[in-house]
């Protein structure tokens, strides 16, 4: 079933409450008149039984009955009927008076083929216990033809009101929800070329302006993550279009013409070269492809991380002796992560260190461990790294030095940003701070459980 | 000895078996996945080289077919999809080792030697010898000429793989997995200046040099007669 729309459901509401409104209004508005109505009349039919009394006082004598004519020749909707105490019917002042009647003390309606009649039922003599009953009859005809006109009147006026508040409503509500058409017209205008579209947040209604907000910061992050993207793409057709350009022209120029053999085998080992560093290339693209799609699933393990603190360091061994760089760890903690995983991150760190250690400097590794969680740092001394670069620095095929271009060296530039993939896969942060004469690199993990 | 390659991309398939071939081996080369089990389940071959997506029955069916018929044969897979639940999939099943393409030759050809070693074992060895480079295993003692050479440990147990898997060209990514138990992708350096600094100990004063650098592919220990 379709859901209702917003308007339309706000303005069957709008109804629903004036009806209901309108509704309690005319009840209570009939239910007073009619009191007021039975006021009037016990007023009215007091007063006659008043004079009704006094005409009667000697029932016996025949001027009682010119008296009872004449006072009831003064009001022409009063009828009269007597009874005796025993039950016998003495008078009745009218022949369509109804046979039966009645018995109660005091104000009763009656209903009798289409005339209504307020009946007061009252003894003639009042300290007399036989007394003759006196049973007047009040024709209110006319006013319960008003009162019923009335209820008409209030149907009808509940039913209108309803109809046109839903009306209004609906239009109120159609012209309430303008600004949230707009955000809609917006958001359904956003495609990847136009994820710069933003809502105006200043002229939204206080209501929306959060959402329109949130809308507004989920557009930019989404911006965000498209530049990226696109600049990733772009970056790949660009570092594949070096190597695969001078394995283009090399191939062509070398088969132009006859040569020795030692010029095919020359050719085919620079091919080599170039064929390898692409494919090196693209497994580390597929493996932040596999990052970015969440599929780096590491396994945990129990680890000590000195121990492997110190398989990195001896690895990297020969490479620091050859620049009489030292290479220092501190601290131990256990954790449970993937061990290849954190020594492809950690040697990644490492080896990028090492290139750019100055001769003779030095390298350390801490290992903090801290209640809620560790840190690993791995710094370097050396000149550093402008404070400006530094959030660059995790960014696919960036390279803080710009002598060091595309291709020219073995070094894509992934190193980094594959790191951060393997810390991000653990649940950690990776960060990189410079100054002093030290660069920085500080992984915090929190602890498996 | 006899390798089954079951591999449907037609030049990917023609290049290991002429590279097999070439290192010595008898090779064989099916292209569906229905022949392949069928000469895999005859049992004449020392390892099976499967390609995960195959016409017919795909690398893993072949697999448990071969391992269900009570069959050890080693085998190596090659897969495109870097996938890790592809990889414990393999594994699960019983697959010995597995490669990811793109990957290099000379890292197929040292995998393969390494898994058909795996089955004979060899006596226990007390020395290892190339031309009057001499490694003793008992006493960690290296020497050449009968000049004795200081090593780090690493060095020996690079040394030691040199010289068990002499005449092989060992790519940079398997000496780095073997000796530093370093298994992943990495465009470091450390390999390079490693071998270096044993040339340094081993070959520099001697006009008879041992390591040789195969440009692209690795390294191998081997005595060449100028």
């Given at each position: 079933m379709r859901r209702l729309s917003l308007s339309s459901r706000l303005a069957l509401l709008f109804a629903a409450c004036t009806a209901v409104v309108s509704l309690f209004a005319g009840v209570l508005f009939s239910h007073a008149s009619e009191a007021h109505f039975v006021e009037l009349d016990q007023q009215l039919l007091d007063g006659k039984l008043i004079g009704l009394r006094r005409a009667l006082h000697?029932?016996?004598?025949?001027?009682s009955e010119i008296r009872l004519a004449d006072e009831l020749s003064r009001q022409a909707d009063l009828s009269l009927r007597i009874t005796g105490?025993?039950?016998?019917?003495?008078?009745?002042?009218?022949?369509?008076?109804?046979?039966k009647l009645p018995q109660t003390p005091g104000l009763s309606t009656l209903n009798d083929g289409g005339t209504d009649y307020r009946v007061l039922n009252a003894p003639?003599?009042?300290?007399?216990?036989?007394s003759p009953q006196l049973t007047l009859l009040l024709d209110i005809t006319h006013h319960q033809h008003f009162l019923q006109r009335m209820q008409h009147l209030i149907w009808l006026t509940v039913g209108l009101s309803a109809l046109a508040t839903a009306l209004l409503g609906a239009w109120a509500a159609r012209s309430g929800l303008r600004p949230l058409r707009r955000m809609s017209a917006i958001a359904s205008g956003v495609s990847a070329q136009s994820l710069n579209a933003r809502l105006p947040?200043?002229?939204?209604p206080p209501e929306l302006a959060e959402l329109a907000h949130s809308f507004n910061a989920m557009l930019g992050r989404l911006d965000d993550s498209f530049q990226r993207l696109s600049a990733f793409s772009a970056d790949i057709a660009h570092e594949l279009r070096t190597p695969l350009s001078n394995l283009l022209t090399h191939t062509q120029v070398t088969l132009t013409r006859p040569r020795p053999i030692e010029d095919y085998r020359e050719a085919l080992h620079s091919n080599l070269e170039e064929l390898q560093w692409m494919a090196q290339l693209v497994n580390d693209m597929l493996y932040l492809a596999k990052a970015d799609h969440g599929l780096l699933s590491p396994k945990r393990e129990p680890l000590e991380l000195a121990q492997e603190v110190d398989l990195l360091l001896e690895f990297f061994a020969p490479l620091a002796e050859d620049t009489r760089v030292t290479l220092t760890r501190e601290g131990n903690a256990q954790m449970e992560a993937d061990r290849t995983m954190l020594r492809r991150a950690l040697s990644n760190l490492l080896d990028n260190a090492l290139r750019f250690t100055p001769a003779e400097g030095e390298v350390r590794v801490r290992i903090v461990d801290e209640a809620k969680g560790l840190r690993l740092t791995v710094e370097n001394s050396g000149d550093g790294i402008d404070g400006a670069l530094l959030p660059r620095l995790?960014?696919?095929?960036?390279?803080?030095?710009?002598?060091?271009?595309?291709?020219?060296?073995?070094?894509?530039?992934?190193g980094l940003a594959i790191t951060q993939s393997i810390v991000r896969a653990h649940g950690g942060q990776i960060r990189c701070e410079s100054g002093n004469g030290w660069t920085r690199f500080v992984i915090e993990l929190p602890k498996g459980d | 000895m006899k390798l089954l390659i079951v591999e449907d991309q037609p030049k990917t398939g023609q290049y290991l078996r002429q590279g097999l071939t070439e290192a010595g081996f008898n090779a064989e080369l099916v292209a569906d996945g229905s022949t392949g089990q069928q000469l895999a389940l005859s049992?004449?071959?020392a390892l099976l080289i499967l390609d995960?997506?195959?016409?017919?029955?795909?690398g893993w069916q072949i697999l448990q077919a071969v391992r269900s018929a009570g069959l050890d044969t080693p085998v190596l897979f090659l897969t495109a999809r870097d996938a890790v639940e592809d990889r414990v999939h393999g594994l699960e099943l019983g697959a010995d080792d597995y490669l990811v393409k793109p990957f290099a030759f000379s890292e197929l050809l040292a995998r393969v030697r390494s898994l058909l070693r795996r089955?004979?074992?060899?006596?226990?060895?007390t020395s290892l010898q190339l031309a009057d480079l001499r490694l003793d295993l008992i006493r960690r003692r290296v020497e050449r000429s009968g000049q004795r050479i200081d090593l780090t440990a690493k060095e020996f147990a690079l040394l030691e793989m040199l010289l068990r898997r002499q005449g092989e060209v060992l790519p940079k990514s398997l000496i780095a997995s073997q000796v530093?138990?370093?298994n992943f992708d990495s465009d470091t350096n450390v390999i390079e200046v490693a071998i270096r600094r044993l040339r340094l100990k081993?070959?520099?004063?001697?006009?008879?040099?041992l390591i040789h650098t195969v440009r692209g592919m690795g390294y191998v220990l081997e005595e060449r007669i100028a």
């Open positions: 000697d029932i016996q004598s025949s001027e105490s025993d039950g016998q019917r003495w008078y009745d002042s009218s022949a369509q008076l109804p046979d003639l003599f009042v300290d007399k216990p036989d947040e200043e002229n939204m995790f960014d696919r095929f960036y390279r803080a030095d710009p002598a060091r271009q595309e291709g020219s060296s073995e070094h894509a530039g992934l | 049992g004449d071959y995960v997506m195959l016409p017919g029955r795909d089955g004979s074992a060899s006596p226990q060895e530093w138990d370093m081993i070959d520099d004063e001697f006009p008879n040099k």
